[in-house]
């Protein structure tokens, strides 16, 4: 098996991303995206996770070509979500099971630990249920909460989301962080 190592994702990177993620839009459920986004499109989402204070990282395979991504973002705007995020991760489709995921995942789990975050959420898009991606959650310790059932309409009928979440942390034993106020 080819190497690779993870690294902060760049600007630069946004083209690779946009290739990765193109087939995902295009062809599966896995994703409610309809059209794949550009290059500058995936710039302008990395700039908002960033300024969010969140990771994004890639994998770079031997020949230091992306082979996969993964970020998180803000889980929702509202304050009280403050402390939750959600998680994407995608990897080229020539090297999926190799690893990739899993420690793209791993790093990301440990960063948003790391910045006080207490919940990591996935929102899974389902077709036929999306196994690959829901045994990387189930193996890293996430736990399936339910199902949206038929709130995305993709490829001519409706289709369901898979919410796991996994406690970061203390996840909900933590003591209770200041108020936006400082109260």
């Given at each position: 098996m080819d190497r690779f190592q993870l690294r902060d994702a760049r600007p630069e990177d946004a083209s690779a991303i946009a290739t990765i993620y193109d087939p995902y839009v295009r062809t599966t459920c896995f994703t409610f995206e309809e059209v794949p986004p550009a290059a500058d499109e995936i710039v302008l989402r990395m700039r908002k996770v960033r300024a969010a204070g969140l990771p994004y990282y890639v994998a770079e395979g031997p020949n230091d070509d992306v082979i996969g991504?993964?970020?998180?973002?803000?889980?929702?705007?509202?304050?009280?979500?403050?402390?939750?995020?959600?998680?994407?991760?995608?990897?080229?489709?020539?090297?999926?099971?190799?690893?990739?995921?899993?420690?793209?995942?791993?790093?990301?789990?440990?960063?948003?630990?790391?910045?006080?975050f207490r919940q990591m959420i996935a929102l899974i898009g389902s077709d036929q249920d999306n196994p690959a991606s829901i045994g990387l959650h189930s193996r890293l310790g996430f736990k399936s909460v339910g199902t949206l059932s038929a709130v995305g309409w993709k490829f001519g009928r409706w289709r369901d989301v898979v919410q796991m979440q996994l406690p970061l942390g203390d996840g909900p034993n933590s003591p209770a962080p200041p108020s936006p106020d400082g109260h």
């Open positions: 991504y993964a970020y998180a973002s803000l889980f929702h705007a509202r304050s009280a979500y403050r402390y939750s995020v959600e998680n994407s991760v995608y990897i080229a489709a020539d090297r999926i099971r190799q690893g990739i995921g899993l420690a793209l995942m791993q790093r990301l789990i440990a960063e948003c630990t790391a910045l006080g």
